[in-house]
């Protein structure tokens, strides 16, 4: 059983680290360089695995581990059979599936691990959603032209900035623990009323909305809600989005577009200043005027689109990936035969090619 490591073509990720092979029993072949843009060089990985070129990599692997999908002028010189596993987003990208089917591939979507307490270990979106709230407060912090903390100075004493997490999941929780060590004071939004408890333990005030659809089988998702909620929801957040000085927005619908959380007329209510950093962009954004992948200035607000900012902290953000992928690794391959198995339910919800076109096992 030969498991491949391919150096990303846009991310500073590293599928995984040589912290997390030398745990593992397994042959690893790494391409050259692979983890270099996260500080991993290729002399740690020389220990525990052997250091090839891409196309080694890309023909002698049983099976390819990759943060992002490997690229489609790649696929041809993978042997036709072999399992690629990788955030390959289904839901939102519906050739993800057609493409490994036209090159005979297998693939696991990390991304459609079941977010339970049963499949904790091997949550890829929790893990990195954890990474990408601390750095978007670091990133608000960065930009905003006032201090996070209350200042008493010789000069004047400053208040405390008010930041508004908007989503109280994973991204949500990291993004209101931070600002809050930071010495903010931090008002969070969420349709799940469950999160209230966790939001008030992390010192932050929760806002509440009454009449929101709950749904606990979503997954950790925000679901779907009634037209007259929304309105409600929105003149709540428009109120609260003029006081603040920075406004984290984590909301996102699986397999839909983001809800609009911040229109363009609360932007422009908003402080001078004031810094908008949208999680949610790839998939429309929760703000009305965000740009995915793009910092824009409207009217004296900054607003940040990114919802790769895992990626900013790439050796973390590595190892906590590597980890997961190796839990389901465990799960998958039987330790004395090396024969791969899709017949738990976790490896069933995320196997994303029907067993029944696969023609080499």
């Known amino acids: 059983m030969k498991i491949g490591i391919l150096k990303e073509s846009s991310d500073r990720r590293v599928a995984m680290t040589p912290e997390t092979i030398k745990k593992t029993s397994y042959e ?92 904790q270990s091997m949550d890829v979106l929790s893990s990195m959603a954890s990474v990408a709230g601390y750095k978007a407060v670091l990133k608000a912090a960065d930009t905003l032209p006032r201090y996070f903390p209350m200042m008493i100075t010789a000069a004047g004493s400053i208040r405390p900035c008010t930041v508004l997490v908007l989503g109280a999941g994973v991204a949500g929780l990291q993004a209101i623990a931070t600002a809050r060590r930071l010495g903010a004071m931090v008002e969070a939004f969420d349709v799940r009323s469950a999160v209230k408890e966790e939001v008030q333990s992390l010192g932050a005030k929760f806002i509440e909305v009454e009449g929101a659809v709950d749904d606990k089988d979503a997954g950790g998702y925000a679901v779907q809600q009634s037209e007259d909620y929304l309105r409600r929801q929105r003149e709540e957040v428009a109120n609260r989005a003029a006081k603040a000085d920075v406004v984290i927005t984590t909301a996102q619908l699986r397999g839909r577009k983001a809800p609009i959380l911040v229109t363009a007329e609360t932007v422009e209510r908003m402080k001078a200043g004031s810094v908008i950093i949208d999680l949610a962009s790839s998939t429309g954004g929760n703000c009305e005027l965000s740009q995915d992948n793009a910092s824009i200035v409207h009217k004296g607000v900054n607003i940040i689109g990114n919802s790769n900012l895992a990626q900013e ?49």
Do not use: C
């Open 28 to 119: 690893f072949l790494v391409e050259s360089s692979a983890g270099e843009q996260s500080q991993y060089p290729d002399s740690e990985y020389e220990a525990h695995a052997k250091i090839v070129s891409r196309a080694e990599v890309l023909s002698n692997s049983d099976i390819l581990i990759t943060v992002n999908p490997i690229p489609e002028n790649d696929l041809s010189a993978i042997r036709p059979g072999t399992l690629l596993i990788a955030l390959f987003e289904p839901y939102n990208n519906a050739d993800a599936v057609p493409t490994l089917q036209k090159h005979q591939l297998r693939g696991i979507s990390m991304d459609m691990i079941p977010r339970s307490s049963l499949a």
């Open 313 to 361: 902290m790439p050796q973390n953000a590595s190892l906590l990936y590597g980890n997961n992928v190796l839990n389901l690794l465990k799960l998958i391959i039987d330790e004395e035969t090396k024969a791969l198995s899709f017949e738990h339910e976790i490896a069933i919800a995320a196997l994303i090619t029907p067993l029944a076109t696969e023609t080499n096992d």
